[in-house]
């Protein structure tokens, strides 16, 4: 496993449907080594904090391999690295395998996996188009959200490495499964029993319970 891009980018504002809307998902490729804090990587920002950003979605990682199906999907669309609005684009990590709570080594960085991603509005306006979000919702490729357990700098080509795996055993496309309501309810129990899955979702899935 390895990180074979590091993406950062500042709020912007750009007109979208005739009205501004400031947005953090524009990101570009850095080739030196970065800085990964608590709350974003140096250089980067996210616009709305009511959505985006915070402990829980500090850091967002979207598999390479994912992008041949974008390519297949979208044939006129360039899809350089960074295109989703992901820090880090990385090599051998899939949503299928992940734990919720697995934590990682990246250069002297660590990570543990809160979630995956639900996009906004946001990704239509970056795509220009009106059924991305549905798109990227129903192709459950979700991409990873971190936490930063310790901070530390990172680069590309750092490998990632697993050191420690979840017991729970709740992948995170497990979490995607039961926020569009397809999961039965043993493992909805089970993914509110997991201590590092973001908290708007455990409340939500503890609705769905309810």
């Not at 390895?2 to 709020?11: A, E, N, Q």
């Not at 009511?50 to 999907?73: N, S």
């Not at 991603?117 to 979700?142: E, H, I, Q, T, Y």
Request: hydrophobic share 40%.
């Amino acid at each position: 496993m390895r990180l074979i891009s590091v993406c950062v980018g500042l709020p912007r504002e750009v007109n979208w449907k005739g009205r501004p809307v400031t947005t953090g998902i524009f990101k570009q490729p850095v080739t030196d080594r970065v800085m990964m804090r608590s709350l974003n990587l140096d250089g980067d920002k996210q616009a709305d904090l009511t959505v985006h950003g915070g402990v829980e979605k500090a850091v967002y990682a979207y598999p390479v391999e994912h992008y041949a199906y974008w390519r297949q999907k979208l044939p006129d669309v360039e899809l350089p690295c960074g295109v989703f609005g992901e820090n880090l684009t990385v090599e051998g990590l899939s949503e299928t395998t992940v734990n919720i709570g697995d934590r990682f080594r990246i250069g002297n960085a660590e990570v543990m996996v809160t979630q995956p991603r639900f996009p906004c509005f946001k990704l239509n306006l970056k795509f220009g188009r009106d059924d991305m979000v549905k798109r990227f919702l129903n192709s459950r490729l979700s991409g990873i959200y971190f936490s930063v357990v310790r901070e530390g700098e990172i680069g590309v080509g750092d490998a990632i490495e697993l050191i420690h795996r979840d017991e729970h055993e709740v992948t995170v496309a497990d979490i995607v499964q039961i926020y569009v309501r397809e999961a039965d309810k043993d493992l909805v129990r089970r993914a509110v029993q997991v201590p590092a899955l973001a908290a708007s979702l455990r409340d939500y899935f503890q609705q769905q319970l309810e």
